[in-house]
């Protein structure tokens, strides 16, 4: 990684690319408020899902969420160390490298864990580099960051509450934020025109 002391954790579904259509496609669109898959689909086996989840063809050629990828290219141009953390399987290791290099992402490393704050306060307690901030479309992934880790949720149908949350303004061309539900959207990070 570069001489950047300022790390920005992403997460990759939900945020960069388009986990969520396949898997409607596939199960259907009810509940999108509840994050958890279980919950949100209980009349359906929870093997089949997890078996989806699990599969490396299922993180195949998903569809870039243009706003999350130009949150990270900012990022990345205005000098942030950007790490992308997933809970994907190991399996999808090979497809996820690809991905990132088709749609031209720049990062400084990819990691898989099932337990993203955990690796974030070993990455903070291991080196000079420290990750300041995960943005993540989960909240249950934002609820045990260490101190002086900042927890933003990625606008999404199952996350408006407790979070910060940024979102991708099209018309703006902006990156934008907001603390709570009643708050304006501010601008985090605006395109160059």
Known sequence: MKNNNYVIAFDLDGLVFDWEF????????????LPNLFER???????????FIDSPETYRDLLPI????????IAKALGFGIIFLT????????LTRQSLKYY???????IFTKDKADFITRFNTAGNQKI????DDIPANLEKL???????????????????????NDVKMAV???????????????EKK
């Open 22 to 33: 396949d898997f409607c496609s596939k199960f259907g669109n009810k509940n999108r408020h």
């Open 41 to 51: 689909y209980p009349d359906i086996d929870p093997g089949i899902i997890q078996e």
């Open 66 to 73: 243009f706003g999350g990828i130009t949150f990270v290219r």
């Open 87 to 94: 809970n994907r399987p190991e399996k999808a290791y090979k």
């Open 104 to 110: 031209e992402l720049p990062f400084d490393d990819l």
């Open 132 to 135: 300041r901030m995960l943005v």
């Open 146 to 168: 260490p101190e002086g880790v900042v927890g933003m949720c990625w606008e999404q149908p199952w996350n408006e509450g407790k979070y910060p949350r940024a979102r991708y």
């Open 176 to 190: 934008e934020y907001k603390f709570d539900t009643v708050s304006e959207w501010k601008t985090i990070f605006k």
